[in-house]
Every structure is written in structure tokens, then in C-alpha cells.
């Protein structure tokens, strides 16, 4: 029997040596676990029993017991080296059986699927495009080509509306100048003038060293006495005393003297400075210290001289008064100067609390009915084109310089339209330098009096005055309209007047609005779009029903810098199909917090992607609310429809706030990177800035991991000791939380294990000494004789 005992000790020894061994060769073994060997003694047994006396048989192996302590984590540079800390295995299809490792070190194969060095398939949870998990397990496969684009169909927007923000936005009236003579063209002189009726002396014979000669001139009533005593020995001369004495009063009159060329000699004249007037020149009071020819004629057949003026061309409009009343009663008179441009009136008017004016000045040249001989001057500056297109660019050359304001083009009608943005008078004359031309012109309003003049002659003059669109603030009126028929506004009945909105939004005017914010959003193709959302405070007027709500906003959005919002049908074709201005109505409670039930729908139904050159681009259309819009947006998208959401949204006493601002649509991207949380998710990286959830690591436990069967690789299989493999997600229930970037390594401790290898080494030396012992026994038995 010693030599039975003996030999199973050396089979345990043996055994565990070979354990023993094996841990130590896999001491740098990723995901390695170690293992013991457990030994038990043998006795020998019957039915009937051994008694108290029996020798034991020796040692057996009962049980290899593999330790799944947790191993020392290492951390390393690749993102799908993976380690478990805790409890759980990965699931490993291999060779389509399911096998479960502790060894992270994993990495794509060709078909992108994540592998382990023996080429088995890592297995995880599926995603959806929208980052939904499924409940199967499948293998784990990373796309790398393009990510697909993803529609917007939603946008979040996180903002704070200033409560104290002031109303931009109020209602008036608005109407226009519609007089008989308004945008029509007036002819007349050049320049206003008139002449004193001189002698026919030559220059030469001006001799007045021995005469005084005095006279009074009038303008218009307007009054100024001339006294020459200076010797003046030429008409030159003259002039130049007679306005030495004019320009020295303090205000001068509006009168200067020239030498003029009459055809046959030189003679004294007296042209008035003011344009537009008809003066009346009057010399009167003529006295000479001597008779005889004093340069104005014999003064004793020479009476007191009086000529008509010749009227200056001018815009033809009256002196136009009202009286202006604001809500409170108070009274405010104005009157517009005779023959001012629309551009002064239009600036007067602004003047004036509660009303605003602008003007507008066009005028159409008829080309077939006009040549340009020479040339013409327009606001005193000269033009001499060959072409109504040379015409057309000198005066666009010079629309920030000699003719502010003042542009020109050639309609579809091949005339030519001159416009001043401001308002002024446009004045034409012809040029004369021996091919003199014939202009044709009216004014370019769609007024019964806009008809067409004819400037033909040289020294003639054709001028065109502006319309002036007025506003007026609710609560004033206007009265006593001086004259009623035939002044710039004609009859005026407020009442009849159009209603307008002052200051009514235009995204175009940020004063229009008070706050705005942007984002860009995605069609179907992935091109981004931006849309902007533009925030405008309402009035609140407890005394006016269409006003007694307080908290109110509006919000208006538009793409691109085109509207959204859904055709009004009631317009006429194509009208009627076209989008119009996107706009909600945003409701908030006392407490600042939005009233969502009782605000806006916000769904933008009616956006048509287009590209940057305004072209279809081919995406998902809009389903607009006429053609069944749904609320919230269908998933996957069927249209280009979406959702805007604020309910997180405040209105609060502090500064507009843009706290977030999201949308869940992306353009194509590709891939950059991956990164695995401690769920096991695993998330790719784009170029488009995404993070997109691929899928996530699917974890086992066993009830008993002791009992799984080893199958080598780090690798082990489930059978009937160890029960079935429990599958979740890692850091649910018992399971740990996965590593990225990072190896468990061998739990074998080479201190343990070299102490371990001795023993054992102990063991069999022991039992082999046994049998050596037993066998020297054995012969001393045999040698007795």
C-alpha cells in the first residue's frame, strides 16, 4: 500500500507542478486566469465499513480550480483594447459558437467587424440610426465609409426673451402726394430773369467823371437804392460799382447786374438769383446830375423802367398747409414752401412729432421720341453720351458725387428711367453746340398727370418733381387742408386713408426687431441651410381688445433669408402658391415660463431647400398644412418639414440670452476616431462634428465561472457547472464597466507561484523518497532467508 500512496502523491506533485507551470508561462498573458489544484485523500471503503483502523491510500487530484480574481489594468494607446473592470465576460462568436474571454485585445478585421487575435467576432447590442438599442446580440461591425446625412426635423431652441424690451412695432396711416401737379413735367426758362431796357451807347462813350446818377431797384417790392458818384469809364466798370452797392446790404437783394450782349451792342442787365420765382425787376427813381446819355438812355425821354420776368422752369408745386393734431388735443401748423422739392417737404414733415415722410423722384425719357444731339445738362451737369447706354453710365458713375442720389437704367421698354432716391427735383436742358437735341419726358409715377413734356428748345428748361409717401402715427389726424383740390395731397380723409404698420417687422432692419438668433439646419441631402429666428415684441393695451394680452411675442423664422410660412389662398394666382412670412405667436406665463398650449404650433411646413444659386437642389420638399402636415414631424422624414421646440424658453427682467440652441440633423461625414464608454457604448467620430452610437459591448456572468470549460486563447465555453450566461450591458446589475484604451493583464502572482513551485518540487521528493524507503522494506524482506 506505501507504494500506492507513494505514487499518487507523485501524480498530485506531478499535477500540480504542471499547474503550476502553466501560470507561470502565462504570466503575461492578457486576460489569463490562474489556477490551483486541490487535492483530497483516498481511503478505502466497503459496504460493511473500514473500522477506526484504516491506513489511507494516498492523495487525488480533486479539482484545477481556476481563479478569476480581477487582473492589474494596463493602460495602452489603442481605443478597442478593452478591459473589464468587475465581474463579466466578452462574448466572442467563434466560428458561430459562443465563447467568453477576459482578453480586451481587439481590432477590425476586413469586413469592420471587431475581432480578437484568434479572429473571433466581438458581439454587442445593435443600434439604430437614432441610437436606440436593440435586445439582440449580433456581431459588432464599424462602418467605415460615409455617414449618411441626417435631416433636421427637429430644432431646440433655450433662450431668454427680455421682458423689458420696448414695443417696436405700432399702427397709422399712411398716404401719398396725389396732386394735379405732382411727377408732372413743367417747362420753362432755364433761369428766371429780367432785363432793364439799356441805351444803345458803346462802351467807349461811358464818360460819367462829371455825373451822378441814382435809382432804386425792386424786386418783387423788395427795394434797394443805387447811388453812383464813382468815376466809371466803362460798362465793365459799371457793373461792378452797381454790385459793389448791392452785395454791401446786409441781407443783399436777391439781384445781380451783368453786361449783356442784346445782338447788336452791350448793355446793362438785371437777373434775379432765385430759380423757380417769376421776378419782377423794377428801376425806378432814375436821376443824373447832368443830362444826356448816361449809359440807361437819354433821362429826359428815359422813364421809369419796368419789364415782365420770364419764368424759370420749376416743379410746379403749391404752398401746401394743415394743421396737425396729436392724441392729446395739441394743435401744430405747417405750411411747405411754393415750388419746393419733394425732398425738402418730405424732410420738413419729419420734422413734425407723430408723422415720418419719404420721397421719390422718377422720370421717364422717351427714347423713340427723343435724340441727343449735343448732349444735355441733368441738375447741372453736362452729359454727352453718343448712346442712351453712355447716357445711362455717366450718370451711375457720378450717383455719389456731382448727382447724389441720382441713378439710371433703360427699362423693358428701352427708355430711360432717371430716379432720385431722395426726392430732389430732376432739371434737364439741351446743349447747344450746333447739333441741338429734343428730349421727351414725363414723370415715371403711375399718376393721371405724369404725361410726357418736350424740352426742344435751347435756353429751355424741363423739371420733374417727387412723390411723398407719408406716415402717420395712430391717434394724430390732420385738418385744414390749405388748398383742398389742387394742393401736393389733394382732399385728405384720414378715414379713407390706408392703415399701416410703423415699423412692421423686416428682417432686412434690425430695428425692426428685437432680438434674432441662428442655426443651421440640414435637408435630406445633408447641405446645411440657416435659419434664423427673429423675436418681436407685441403691445399690450388692456382698453384695446385686439391688444389686452400682456406676454406676447412673435417669432418669425426664415431660411436662408426666404420665407417659410405656408401660400395664402385666398391671393390670386401664382400668388397663391408662393410662401409667405413664417410667423407664431409665443405666449408666457406671469411667472416668465411659456404658455406652450396657448402658443403657436411650431412647425415650419413650407421650406423648399434650395442652393446657393437659388436653385431647386433636389431634397425632400415641404408638406405644407394645405396639403397635410403632420405635428410632430414623421420619422424617418418623408418631407423637409420641422419641429421647433422653446419650451425651454423664459421670458424674464435680464438681457436676451442664447443659453442653447439644437437641431439633430448633420451633413455626410466621415469617419475620425472611436471612443467607448464605461457602458460599453461605442461611439464613432465624424468629420461632420457627430458622435453617433454604433453599438454597445454585451457583457456575460455566470452563476458559477469556475465551472466554465477552458478552450484556450483566454478563452472559455459555457457547460452545464457553470450554468447559462447572463447578458447585459456592462455597469448593469453585477457587471462591471468597460476600460477603452486599456489590457487586464495575467492575475498570476510569480512570487505565489515560485513559492508554489517549490513546494511542489518538495512534494515529489517526498514521495519519491517513499517508494524508495518502501522498496528498501520491500528487499530486506526479500533477502531474509
Known amino acids: 500500500m506505501s507504494f500506492n500512496a507513494a505514487l499518487s502523491g507523485l501524480r498530485a506533485a506531478s499535477t500540480d507542478l504542471k499547474v503550476t507551470g502553466n501560470n507561470i508561462a502565462n504570466a503575461s498573458t492578457t486576460g489569463f486566469k490562474s489556477s490551483r489544484v486541490e487535492f483530497g485523500d483516498v481511503f478505502a471503503s ?52 459562443t465563447l467568453y474571454s477576459r482578453a480586451g485585445t481587439f481590432s477590425l478585421d476586413d469586413q469592420g467587424c471587431v475581432v480578437n487575435n484568434s479572429g473571433g467576432r466581438l458581439q454587442g447590442f445593435e443600434s439604430d440610426r437614432f441610437g436606440n438599442f436593440s435586445g439582440v446580440v449580433s456581431d459588432i461591425r464599424i462602418e467605415t465609409g460615409n455617414q449618411e446625412p441626417r435631416q433636421t426635423t427637429g430644432v431646440t431652441s433655450s433662450l431668454n426673451l427680455d421682458s423689458a424690451e420696448t414695443v417696436l412695432q405700432r399702427n397709422g396711416v399712411t398716404f401719398d402726394s396725389t396732386g394735379p401737379v405732382i411727377a408732372k413735367a413743367q417747362v420753362g426758362n432755364d433761369v428766371a430773369t429780367n432785363h432793364s431796357v439799356a441805351g444803345t451807347l458803346a462802351p467807349s462813350t461811358f464818360d460819367y467823371s ?60 438785371f437777373v434775379a438769383f432765385e430759380s423757380g420765382s ?78 415720418s415722410a419719404s420721397a421719390l423722384t422718377k422720370a421717364v425719357l422717351d427714347t423713340s421720341a427723343s435724340t441727343i444731339g449735343d448732349g444735355f445738362v441733368l441738375n447741372n451737369v453736362t452729359l454727352t453720351g453718343n448712346t442712351y447706354q453712355d447716357i445711362v453710365d455717366d450718370i451711375n458713375s457720378l450717383t455719389t458725387s456731382t448727382l447724389p442720389g441720382i441713378s439710371a437704367e433703360i427699362d423693358a421698354n428701352g427708355d430711360v428711367v432717371i430716379t432720385s432716391i431722395v426726392g430732389d427735383d430732376l432739371k434737364f436742358s439741351l446743349v447747344n453746340d450746333g447739333n441741338l437735341g429734343s428730349l421727351s419726358i414725363a414723370g415715371g409715377d403711375d399718376l393721371d398727370n405724369a404725361t410726357a413734356a418736350a424740352l426742344t428748345v435751347a435756353g429751355d428748361a424741363l423739371v420733374v418733381g417727387g412723390v411723398i409717401d407719408v406716415v402717420m402715427d395712430e391717434g394724430y389726424s390732420i385738418s385744414n387742408l390749405a388748398p383742398k383740390a389742387d394742393g401736393l395731397f389733394t382732399t385728405l380723409a384720414i378715414s379713407t386713408a390706408d392703415l399701416y404698420s ?43 381688445p385686439t391688444k389686452n394680452e400682456p406676454n406676447v411675442w412673435k417669432m418669425y423664422v426664415q431660411i436662408d433669408g426666404e420665407d417659410v410660412g405656408d401660400p395664402d389662398t385666398s391671393l390670386p394666382p401664382p400668388q397663391n402658391t408662393l410662401a409667405t412670412q413664417a410667423a407664431y405667436t409665443l405666449r408666457f406665463n406671469p411667472d416668465g415660463t411659456l404658455n406652450a398650449e396657448n402658443s403657436s404650433q411650431l412647425l415650419v411646413s413650407n421650406w423648399t431647400p434650395k442652393t446657393a444659386d437659388g436653385e431647386l437642389s433636389g431634397a425632400l420638399g415641404p408638406i405644407n398644412r394645405l396639403e397635410g402636415a403632420t405635428f410632430p414631424v414623421e420619422e424617418p422624414a418623408v418631407s423637409s418639414n420641422f419641429s421647433i421646440d422653446m419650451s425651454r424658453t423664459t421670458q424674464f427682467s435680464s438681457d436676451f440670452a442664447v443659453n442653447n440652441v439644437d437641431q439633430n440633423g448633420y451633413t455626410t461625414g466621415l469617419l475620425t476616431g472611436l471612443s467607448i464608454d464605461a457602458e460599453g457604448i461605442i461611439f464613432a467620430r465624424y468629420t461632420n462634428g457627430e458622435s453617433v452610437a454604433l453599438s454597445q459591448l454585451a457583457l456575460a456572468n455566470f452563476d458559477n465561472p469556475q465551472g466554465l470549460q477552458p478552450q484556450g486563447d483566454s478563452m472559455w465555453a459555457e457547460n452545464f457547472e457553470s450554468g447559462e450566461a447572463l447578458v447585459a450591458s456592462a455597469g448593469s446589475g453585477s457587471l462591471g464597466v468597460i476600460q477603452a484604451g486599456a489590457l487586464e493583464e495575467s492575475n498570476v502572482d510569480l512570487s505565489e507561484q515560485l513559492v508554489n513551485l517549490i513546494i511542489a518540487q518538495r512534494n515529489f521528493q517526498a514521495n519519491a523518497k517513499t517508494i524508495e524507503t518502501a522498496n528498501q522494506i520491500t528487499q530486506t524482506i526479500i533477502n531474509l532467508r
Not at 473500522?51 to 478569476?68: E, K, Y
Not at 464813382?230 to 447786374?257: C, G
Not at 432680438?515 to 388692456?542: I, N, R, W
Request: net charge negative; no cysteine.
Open 46 to 97: 466497503s459496504v460493511l465499513g473500514s473500522g477506526n483502523a484504516q491506513t489511507g491510500g494516498g492523495s487525488r487530484v480533486q479539482d484545477i480550480a481556476q481563479q478569476f480574481s480581477q487582473g492589474n489594468i494596463s493602460f495602452t494607446s489603442s481605443q478597442l483594447d478593452l478591459a473589464i473592470s468587475g465581474q463579466g465576460f466578452f462574448m466572442i462568436n467563434q466560428n458561430d459558437s
Open 210 to 269: 462829371t455825373t451822378n446818377v441814382s435809382f432804386t431797384i425792386d424786386l418783387n417790392g423788395i427795394t434797394q437804392d443805387i447811388n453812383l458818384t464813382t468815376n466809371t469809364s466803362t460798362l465793365d466798370q459799371l457793373v461792378v460799382e452797381i454790385n459793389s452797392q448791392i452785395f454791401a446790404e446786409d441781407p443783399p437783394l436777391d439781384v445781380y447786374a451783368e453786361k449783356f450782349n442784346d445782338g447788336t451792342n452791350d448793355v446793362l442787365r
Open 278 to 355: 417769376t421776378p419782377d425787376i423794377t428801376i425806378t427813381n432814375l436821376t443824373a446830375a447832368q443830362g444826356g446819355a448816361i449809359g440807361f438812355g437819354d433821362v429826359s425821354t428815359l422813364a421809369d423802367v419796368t419789364t415782365a420776368g420770364e419764368d424759370a422752369a420749376v416743379n410746379g408745386y403749391t404752398a401746401q398747409s394743415f394743421t396737425l393734431t396729436n392724441a392729446k388735443g395739441v394743435e401744430v401748423e405747417y405750411s411747405s414752401k411754393q415750388n419746393a422739392s419733394a425732398a425738402s417737404t418730405a424732410a420738413e414733415i419729419n420734422n413734425l412729432a407723430g408723422m
Open 502 to 544: 410703423i415699423n412692421a417687422f423686416d428682417p432686412a432692419d434690425p430695428s425692426t426687431y428685437n432680438h434674432a438668433t441662428s442655426v443651421s439646419v440640414y435637408d435630406s441631402l445633408g447641405e446645411a441651410h440657416v435659419m434664423t429666428q427673429y423675436f418681436v415684441k407685441q403691445e399690450f393695451d388692456p382698453t384695446d
